[in-house]
C-alpha cells in the first residue's frame, strides 16, 4: 500500500543547513509536496515536486527527488529560528488524496 | 486568499457526547477533507468529500461520520464521543483536479480543533 516515512525529530544551529528526508511507496506518485506545520497552526504548502524533476529550488529550499529509491528531501539553507516547525512529506495517492508522512520536527538552536 | 476555517479551535466534551466539527471554505473548492493529527502518526484522513452529498472513508473513519450539504461546508461528527478520539482535527479543502502545476491539487488547511473527551 501507499505509505510515506520520514524522520521525526532534527535539531540543527542557526545559520547551518537542514535536510529532511522523506521515502515514499507509490512508483506512480505525480507529485510529492512539503507541508510545513508553525506551532498552534494548520499546514502550509512549502514546495511541491513533479515526478519528472530531479531537483527544484526556490529560494532557501531545494528539494531532491531520486525515483529509482523513491527518497526525497528537502534542505533548507541558512536555518533561521523561524524556520523551526513540524515538516510533512506527502505524495498524491488514488483517489486525488494525500498520503502523509509522520512529520519531522525541526529545532533550530543558537 | 484562500481561507479555511473551522468553528472552534478548543473543545472540550464528556465521553458518550455527540460532537460536531464544522469546516467552511470560501474558494469554491470541489474537494474536502477531515483528518486527525497525533504525534508520532502525521495526519490520518478519516474522510473526504468529491462533491456535495458524496463522501468516501479515509484510512480510520470507524466511529465518525461526515455531512457536505453544501459546497462550501464539510461537517465531522463524533456520533458518541470516546477518549480515543482525544486528538487535533485538521480541515483541509482543494481543487478536484490538476493542472500544469502540481500546486493546483494543493489542499488548503484550517487551523484545527483540538478536541479533548473527558
Known amino acids: 500500500g501507499e505509505d510515506v516515512e520520514q524522520s521525526l525529530f532534527l535539531s540543527v544551529r542557526e545559520g547551518d543547513s537542514s535536510v529532511i528526508n522523506c521515502t515514499y511507496t507509490?512508483?506512480?506518485?505525480?507529485?510529492l509536496y512539503w507541508y510545513k506545520q508553525e506551532p498552534g497552526a494548520g499546514l502550509q504548502l512549502l514546495t511541491y515536486?513533479?515526478?519528472?524533476?530531479d531537483m527544484k529550488q526556490d529560494q532557501r529550499l531545494t528539494v531532491l527527488l531520486n525515483k529509482k529509491d523513491k527518497h526525497l528531501s528537502l534542505r533548507i539553507a541558512d536555518t533561521q529560528t523561524g524556520d523551526s516547525a513540524i515538516y510533512f512529506c506527502?505524495?498524491?495517492?488514488?483517489?486525488?488524496?494525500?498520503?502523509f508522512g509522520a512529520g519531522t520536527r525541526l529545532a533550530v538552536h543558537p | 486568499d484562500v481561507k479555511v476555517t473551522q468553528s472552534s479551535r478548543y473543545l472540550v466534551k464528556r465521553t458518550g457526547e455527540k460532537v460536531f466539527l464544522e469546516c467552511v471554505q470560501d474558494?469554491?473548492?470541489?474537494?474536502m477533507f477531515w483528518y486527525r493529527q497525533d504525534p508520532g502518526l502525521g495526519l490520518r484522513l478519516i474522510y473526504f468529500?468529491?462533491?456535495?452529498?458524496?463522501?468516501e472513508k479515509g484510512d480510520i473513519p470507524e466511529g465518525y461520520s461526515v455531512s457536505r450539504e453544501k459546497k462550501e461546508r464539510f461537517s465531522l461528527i463524533l456520533e458518541s464521543a470516546s477518549t480515543n478520539q482525544t486528538s487535533m482535527y485538521l480541515c483541509?479543502?482543494?481543487?478536484?483536479?490538476?493542472?500544469?502545476?502540481?500546486?493546483?491539487?494543493?489542499?488548503?488547511f484550517g487551523p484545527g480543533t483540538r478536541l479533548t473527551v473527558t
Open positions: 507509490d512508483s506512480s506518485s505525480t507529485y
Open positions: 515536486i513533479f515526478s519528472n524533476m
Open positions: 468529500s468529491y462533491d456535495v452529498k458524496m463522501k
Open positions: 506527502a505524495e498524491r495517492g488514488g483517489y486525488n488524496k494525500l498520503i
Open positions: 474558494m469554491d473548492h470541489e474537494n
Open positions: 483541509a479543502s482543494s481543487f478536484k483536479g490538476l493542472g500544469l502545476a502540481g500546486a493546483k491539487y494543493e489542499q488548503y
